[in-house]
């Protein structure tokens, strides 16, 4: 059973850090896609970064170019996104997903709240 759990959001000041985790399990995550989604109020959800397992190749979304850094750890069997020089606009529900049969990405974490703000 593949399972994705997200944590390690909260309220941070602009300008500051968060680093998420996204934990999996009923999987070995190093040979599948994962990818970080976002979505805010009253907003579609998009894609913030994803990473491929088989070699570690990652993807960035323009907005976060710079500030955003994803990676891995195959013996925790966890993905991070660490997240620097946040700004207001970042606020969001952060989402882990990874990959099913059909091409697209049918698992989901519940999503970890992260607000950016003063």
């Known amino acids: 059973q593949v399972q994705l759990v997200e944590s390690g959001g909260g309220l941070v000041q602009p300008g500051g850090s968060l680093r998420l985790s996204c934990a999996a399990s009923?999987?070995?995550?190093?040979?599948?896609?994962i990818g970080w989604f976002r979505q805010a109020p009253g907003k579609e959800r998009e894609g913030v970064s994803c990473i491929k397992g088989s070699d570690d190749s990652t993807y960035y979304a323009d907005s976060v170019k710079g500030r955003f850094t994803i990676s891995r750890d195959n013996a925790k069997n966890t993905v991070y996104l660490q997240m620097n020089s946040l700004k207001p606009e970042d606020t969001a529900t952060y989402y882990c997903?990874?990959?099913?049969?059909?091409?697209?990405?049918?698992?989901w974490g519940q999503g970890t709240q992260v607000t950016v703000s003063s």
């Open positions: 009923g999987f070995t995550l190093d040979t599948y896609i």
């Open positions: 997903a990874t990959v099913g049969s059909s091409g697209d990405y049918d698992y």
